[in-house]
């Protein structure tokens, strides 16, 4: 008997470490102080859409949840793509977009409200990294992990489709051949 991941186990396994990459962004927002920028924030919605995705997953029936597996893999390849342009953008590589700032005044009640709030704005600039670890920023480190997650869903999904195909495969029994005959 073989003992290992099943499909279920790897969709829980997505849904926790994408909840984990989600964690630590909000970390470095709320407890460190980076201010994410507009193209930041855009990169956390795969996983906001991962995350329920893949608990809905880990719920259903096998077949259904090799599905939404390839799904998974196809949300985190998206998100490599975000994290990549981002990393570009950064890099100097090519321009952002023309909007790309982090702070809103859009709630003031009056003009004296608006000209106070943008005076303690700070708008978060899309091209410069707030933090680098072993020469990668936040989005480069969201293309790694975003890739190992489609990897990984790819991987799954095809090994639960083998083991499903194994399972149904007729047993080969020994001591009988219909070539003794």
């Not at 091209?127 to 997650?149: H, Y």
Request: glycine share 10%; with cysteine.
């Amino acid at each position: 008997m073989r003992v290992g991941l099943t499909a279920r186990h790897a969709a829980l396994t997505i849904a926790l470490a994408a909840a984990a990459t989600i964690g630590g962004a909000l970390v470095f927002e709320h407890v460190w102080g980076y201010q994410p920028c507009k193209l930041c924030l855009i990169q956390r919605n795969p996983y906001y859409i991962a995350i329920p995705l893949a608990l809905v997953a880990a719920l259903m029936p096998a077949r259904w949840t090799r599905a939404a597996l390839w799904l998974l893999a196809l949300v985190f390849v998206v998100s490599a793509g975000l994290g990549a342009y981002h990393s570009g953008v950064e890099w100097g590589f090519w321009p952002g977009p023309s909007d790309c700032g982090g702070g809103t005044a859009a709630n003031a009640g009056n003009v004296g409200d608006f000209l106070n709030q943008l005076q303690t704005t700070r708008v978060v600039s899309c091209t410069e990294a707030a933090w680098r670890f072993l020469g990668l920023s936040l989005a480069g480190w969201n293309v790694l992990i975003s890739l190992d997650l489609a990897l990984f869903a790819v991987w799954a999904a095809r090994r639960s489709a083998g083991d499903r195909a194994a399972a149904l495969a007729p047993k080969a029994t020994y001591g009988s051949s219909s070539l003794s005959q």
